[in-house]
């Protein structure tokens, strides 16, 4: 099975440690998935600029325009964070054509489309992918020919301690998800993660 062991991150690791991230020589492990960070952006406008698989049936360097690499010799591990964060629940790509771009996620990474969820202007289609979700947003605000990653998604162990105690000009006030008793809340732009970064409830 085709699983998300990692994403590269173009942005400040010592923004994403003051958050509460544990970070060590530009990594850092959350659920099995490996962050790395680095400066130099593969794509201008985007901080998440990639993603590394591992088990795919298929080596294809990009998937719809998202940037691809694959490792199966990596073990992957877990550490412990000041945030809370145990696990990415869901990883965002913004595309203009749900049914291309799901198409080549399957087509690479052999993991079918779940389902589709209409939301007014907008369609959402999920693929599994190991422990990570990815969920593939089309709007008629995406014009581009390719997909593009956007942000994702954290879970933690006490969303409302963690929003109580980074405050309001980190991080908006948890809210309902769309996932029944489960609360989100999300950083604003103070934070300087350098992408859309949102935390979730178990």
Not at 6 to 31: C, K
Not at 60 to 86: C, F, K, M, Q, R
Not at 129 to 147: F, H
Request: proline letters at 5%.
């Amino acid at each position: 099975m085709t699983a998300v062991i990692g994403l590269t991150i173009a942005a400040s690791e010592a923004a994403w440690a003051g958050i509460g991230l544990r970070t060590q020589d530009a990594i850092s492990w959350v659920g099995g998935v490996r962050l790395r960070f680095t400066s130099n952006p593969a794509s201008p406008g985007s901080a998440l600029v990639g993603w590394t698989l591992t088990g795919s049936p298929t080596a294809a360097s990009s998937i719809d325009g998202l940037s691809t690499d694959y490792d199966d010799g990596v073990e992957p591990t877990s550490w412990t964070h000041d945030l809370g964060a145990n696990a990415i629940d869901h990883v965002v790509v913004m595309t203009s054509s749900i049914e291309r771009t799901c198409r080549a996620i399957e087509t690479a990474t052999g993991a079918p489309l779940k389902r589709i969820r209409e939301a007014g202007a907008v369609r959402q289609g999920f693929h599994r992918l190991g422990p990570v979700i990815a969920e593939v947003v089309e709007s008629d605000r995406v014009t581009a020919a390719t997909a593009s990653f956007w942000g994702f998604v954290l879970v933690v162990d006490d969303l409302h301690e963690v929003a109580g105690r980074l405050g309001p000009d980190l991080i908006s006030s948890p809210k309902p998800a769309v996932q029944p008793g489960r609360w989100i809340a999300s950083f604003r732009e103070a934070a300087g993660l350098g992408l859309p970064l949102a935390l979730m409830s178990s």
